[in-house]
């Protein structure tokens, strides 16, 4: 029999967040306010004290990430940051909170929206992970004044190098729950901002794997649980769409070629404008007569109008809720092409979810108030041009299925645009 005497401590990883007597104690803490598990039953007082805020300085180390599945094609870069790095990084933050988090929270379900308004930038300053991705997101989405070579290679160096310590952080054994939570959602967004399908698939995956023990209480993140679970499944929807354009990037320049692509000269347009043009192509659109060459065509014209309606978005004064509307109609009408020549088609179940994704998102999008008529009018529009393509071009069975929500939805955006035009 093994002498008590002689046994050895088991291993703990050292407590990195928790209240302060489960740190002291280096036991696991379950954080739970106003008084931790561990606390409570010992009749103790629980105390918490003020998150930290993160500092990441320039010889910071960061190993070897082989063993990270959605990181493979990111090397581990020398240290690229110089003084401007802060002041850098604080800029990335504003505009993910004043571009980025408003575009995004357009793009779901209004139970979504506090996700990416609030919750995301208020674990920036408390967790390390999230606080790279969102300064990779922002430095990847804001505009470079100087569009040189050189600074665009540098902006793409400094992108992969915030993006690979994140992985690195959610790959430690010690990940904060926070960041487990959030971080592989940002990763996504990241991926698909960049147009790597793949990369994107792997990190939607472990969003979805890791929702469940990321439940709030004991051991589970400070995430409410009703924004990650309406985040996760605007994710899976949105993917449902996107799988059919998205292409495998060259793994060594795709960074940079996202970042060149976000720096081209902007051609300005308004939403009227691209609407226009989509009234235009669909008014001459016959899925049963495409050839290939047309289906090329038609993929270089979706792409351009993306192109205009990403560029456009973050610079235009129209509201951006307009913008995402518009981008849901990119997206429909890549979907919509001839199935038996399109590159890549997800699976009937994934056409039901996607197709579902839109018609929910125009129905949320007509309960909206926009305080100016013309982008009460704009947004009307382009919402009953996407029911228009749902209503002609997607699956007939589908369509059966929801013949009842397409003619209501249909039939609100003309009274709502009826509405709008007698009151000028």
Excluded at 25 to 45: H, M, N, S, T, V
Excluded at 76 to 87: E, G, K
Excluded at 186 to 203: D, K, Q, R, T, Y
Excluded at 333 to 342: A, E, G, K, T
Aim: with cysteine.
């Amino acid at each position: 029999m093994l002498d008590p005497s002689k046994r050895k401590k088991a291993f703990s990883p050292k407590v990195r967040t928790g209240c302060d007597v489960c740190k002291k104690r280096r036991i696991k803490c379950d954080e739970a306010k106003p008084r931790c598990f561990r606390c409570k039953r010992r009749g103790l007082q629980c105390h918490y004290s003020a998150p930290k805020v993160w500092i990441f300085e320039a010889h910071s180390s960061t190993q070897e990430l082989g063993a990270v599945g959605p990181s493979a094609s990111f090397q581990v870069l020398a240290p690229v940051f110089d003084d401007t790095t802060h002041a850098e990084e604080r800029q990335a933050l504003q505009f993910f909170v004043s571009s980025i988090a408003p575009w995004m929270a357009d793009h779901g379900a209004p139970n979504a929206r506090g996700f990416w308004v609030a919750t995301v930038p208020k674990m920036y300053h408390a967790v390390p992970a999230t606080r790279h991705l969102v300064t990779a997101l922002g430095l990847l989405e804001m505009r470079i004044a100087n569009t040189g070579s050189d600074v665009l290679i540098q902006r793409s160096m400094k992108i992969t190098q915030h993006y690979t310590k994140a992985l690195h952080e959610m790959a430690s054994p010690a990940a904060n729950r926070d960041d487990m939570a959030v971080g592989p959602i940002l990763a996504w967004l990241l991926e698909v901002f960049m147009n790597n399908g793949p990369s994107a698939a792997i990190h939607a995956h472990a969003a979805r794997k890791l929702a469940p023990e990321m439940r709030n209480g004991r051991g589970g993140s400070g995430v409410p649980q009703c924004e990650l679970d309406a985040v996760i499944f605007n994710m899976l929807r949105s993917r449902a769409l996107r799988g059919r354009c998205d292409l495998q990037p060259c793994q060594d320049t795709y960074v940079a070629e996202a970042v060149t692509w976000r720096n081209k000269p902007i051609e300005k347009k308004s939403t009227v404008e691209i609407r226009r043009a989509f009234e235009d192509y669909f008014e001459k659109f016959s899925p049963q007569t495409m050839t290939s060459d047309d289906v090329v065509a038609a993929e270089e014209f979706i792409t351009r109008c993306e192109s205009d309606i990403l560029a456009n978005a973050y610079l235009s004064d129209e509201a951006s809720v307009t913008f995402s509307a518009l981008h849901f109609l990119c997206m429909l009408s890549m979907f919509v092409l001839p199935q038996d020549i399109v590159k890549y088609f997800p699976g009937t179940a994934s056409v039901a979810c996607g197709l579902d994704f839109v018609l929910e998102s125009c129905e949320n999008m007509l309960e909206l108030r926009l305080p100016r008529q013309s982008d009460q009018e704009s947004l009307q529009e382009i919402v009953g041009l996407n029911i228009h393509v749902l209503g002609l071009f997607a699956p007939k069975g589908w369509q059966r299925r929801r013949s009842d929500r397409l003619i209501r939805v249909a039939c609100m955006s003309r009274k709502s645009l009826k509405s709008i035009r007698e009151t000028r």
